[in-house]
T-cell receptor, first 114, second 110 residues
Framework: ETGVTQSPTHLIKTRGQQVTLRCSSQSGHNTVSWYQQALGQGPQFIFQYYREEENGRGNFPPRFSGLQFPNYSSELNVNALELDDSALYLC?????????????FGDGTRLSIL | DAKTTQPNSMESNEEEPVHLPCNHSTISGTDYIHWYRQLPSQGPEYVIHGLTSNVNNRMASLAIAEDRKSSTLILHRATLRDAAVYYCILTMNNNNDMRFGAGTRLTVKP
């Protein structure tokens, strides 16, 4: 069973640039969620995708967008990067159900904005 | 949104039980209680979840108060590998919006 993998592990960008982060879900999972974790804080929910459609969104502006592909892998895109976007970005996959299923997290992409 | 309150930090001795408390006085009837932990330099890891009844798995036990306004995560014998930040989270049944707080940083002393 392959776990959740994220790429790249580290990334440095400058203000105003755009970035794409990638996530491969755990085998058999059809739902992916993205989180932002600032240093010293808990993860903050960005959004979730299920069957290639956004299925819930946290308090993040529209410049944070995502995609889920037919193989359930996913991308997080952030436009017009700001200094405050510097954080660890976590992807989690799970199996959709009417009762909660455990979310399986990757180890994240560390994004630094200069 | 229902919120949770946890102590910032706790200490335990190795091989002793640890009881990590969580208050959620505004919990609604459909909210599930989840616990995740995050080891250094890793993503969060699922520990356990429950709705009304106490739950046990290979990692831990979850004790839920009768009024559901609080819960306790129990690690029966702490090991050094259990040192982590533990998060108590509430979600509605479809689990699509997990709101992490600051969590409890558990230190395990040899």
């Amino acid at each position: 069973e392959t776990g959740v993998t994220q790429s790249p592990t580290h990334l440095i960008k400058t203000r105003g640039q755009q970035v794409t982060l990638r996530c491969s879900s755990q085998s058999g999972h059809n739902t992916v969620s993205w989180y932002q974790q600032a240093l010293g804080q808990g993860p903050q929910f960005i959004f979730q995708y299920y069957r290639e459609e956004e299925n819930g969104r946290g308090n993040f502006p529209p410049r944070f967008s995502g995609l889920q592909f037919p193989n359930y892998s996913s991308e997080l895109n952030v436009n017009a990067l700001e200094l405050d976007d510097s954080a660890l970005y976590l992807c989690a996959s799970s199996l959709w159900g009417y009762e909660p299923e455990p979310q399986h997290f990757g180890d994240g992409t560390r994004l630094s904005i200069l | 949104d229902a919120k949770t309150t946890q102590p910032n930090s706790m200490e335990s001795n190795e091989e002793e039980p640890v009881h990590l408390p969580c208050n959620h006085s505004t919990i609604s009837g459909t909210d599930y209680i989840h616990w995740y932990r995050q080891l250094p330099s890793q993503g969060p890891e699922y520990v356990i979840h429950g709705l009304t009844s106490n739950v046990n798995n290979r990692m831990a036990s979850l004790a839920i108060a009768e009024d559901r306004k609080s819960s306790t995560l129990i690690l029966h014998r702490a090991t050094l590998r259990d040192a982590a930040v533990y998060y108590c989270i509430l979600t509605m049944n479809n689990n699509n919006d997990m709101r992490f707080g600051a969590g409890t940083r558990l230190t395990v002393k040899p």
